[in-house]
């Protein structure tokens, strides 16, 4: 095989690729359906509203906010206005930046989330984590580990740890 040809997966590494996406599609769109269906919320919403639940006071400078959810801050402001007229977070200026803005989450907007946060976790349960054994669990976390550290900060995936057994 000379060097500009793609390396195709093999059979078990097919298997795998599509296995991951597979579930991935249909996990996440049975996730965002319970989360609307027994909240009103879209998957963005509670996003927002969890990574604002952890902030120090509840509130987070915009391009911050949009750093961490990996979207646009054009995006994210589009998506806080929405959330604004629903009442669940609110914008205000800095007194100590005035160029830089924050979002703050509402007491509508955490007792929003306070009441969503256990269906959604119940819905992940139901639907992922109950499924698993723990030690695929335990799998499942160190393979998203390696990949999450690849793609964030470029560095080589570490090789599996080898067992003696």
């Known amino acids: 095989m000379t060097s500009d040809e793609p390396r195709w997966l093999t059979g078990a590494e097919q298997r795998t690729w599509q296995a991951y996406r597979r579930m991935h599609l249909l996990l996440a769109a049975q996730i965002s359906r319970d989360l609307a269906q027994d909240s009103g919320l879209s998957d963005a919403d509670y ?22 959810m990996l979207w646009s801050r054009s995006r994210l402001s589009h998506h806080l206005k929405r959330m604004q007229q629903r009442g ?73 740890k080898r067992s003696n057994a």
Not at 47 to 68: K, M, P
Not at 120 to 128: E, I, L, P, Y
């Open 88 to 160: 669940l977070v609110v914008r205000e200026g800095r007194t100590d930046d005035a160029r830089c803005a924050e979002v703050v989450l509402t007491e509508e907007g955490l007792s929003t989330l306070k009441a969503a946060a256990p269906l959604h976790v119940d819905s992940a349960r139901r639907h992922f984590i109950d499924l698993l054994t723990p030690e695929q669990q335990t799998a499942f976390a160190e393979i998203g580990e390696v990949v999450v550290r690849h793609l964030s900060d470029g560095a080589e995936p570490r090789p599996p």
């Open 47 to 68: 996003d927002v509203l969890s990574h604002l639940s952890f902030a120090e006071g509840n509130r987070c400078q915009i391009g911050e906010l949009a750093d961490r």
